[in-house]
């Protein structure tokens, strides 16, 4: 649990990030998404969106619904595992896909006095050619005009349920050795499954192991040490 005074530097963050985002809804284009995540409350951790059309999500959708090979959840769990100093984590420039289109991303994790994160700045502009073109010519619709709700965020559970189950597919369901095993445990960290309260023992019951096993093969991941594991 954060001390009191840790509590207070990471809301006056917050309130600052949000205030960014305030003014640069204010001047960029309808092609580019911008989102501030409270990554202590994943499962409805947007706090600030501008232009959340473009994925869908609005402000308490879940860390999950997030763009296809996301690289912010890796080193989201990169800046978890490694708590040595508190600057802020960039990752810069990264392709990412919605919804079949094509994506440029950027991601900056925030971490308070003791290394741990506690927000994310992320940035997603979509460079598909024929919907950047339709979003510019948006610009010119009549002043007042509000913009069609998006839909209603994506299911906590739901979104879990199919990161698992295309990680067991992936690595190869009905064949799951130890290392059929490990590789879906990868994939799963990939997409940001073990940020969520939950994720782990959903994991391990998909997988027909234990928690313990599951953390095992985080650990064989990370490239540490790491106990036999009881399958």
Known sequence: MPS??????????LTVLQATLQ?????????VEILLHD??????????IVNGHLSGRRVGSPILAAPEQDQGFKALMQASADQQ??????LPDYPTTLKGRSLR??????????????????????????????????HFQPLGTTPA??????????????????????????????QAKVEAVRLMQGRG???????????????G??????????????GEPATAARD
């Open 149 to 178: 709700p998006a839909d209603e965020a994506a299911d906590m559970t739901a979104l879990m349920a199919g990161i698992i189950q295309d990680a067991l597919q992936r690595s190869g369901q009905g064949r799951m050795n130890k």
């Open 39 to 48: 990554l202590e409350h994943p499962e409805h951790s947007v706090v600030a």
């Open 85 to 90: 100093g508190c600057a802020p984590v960039v």
């Open 4 to 13: 009191p005074t840790t509590q207070q530097e990471r809301q006056l963050t």
């Open 105 to 138: 991303s950027a991601t900056a994790i925030f971490r308070d006095r003791d290394g741990l994160p506690f927000a994310s700045l992320c940035v997603n502009t979509d460079v598909t050619g024929l919907e950047a073109a339709m979003a510019f010519l948006q």
């Open 209 to 222: 192991v234990t928690r313990y096993t599951v953390y095992n093969y985080l650990e064989q991941l990370r």
């Open 193 to 207: 499954l073990f940020i969520v309260k939950g994720g782990v023992e959903k994991a391990a019951e998909a997988l």
């Open 23 to 31: 003014a640069l809804g204010s001047v960029v284009p309808r092609n």
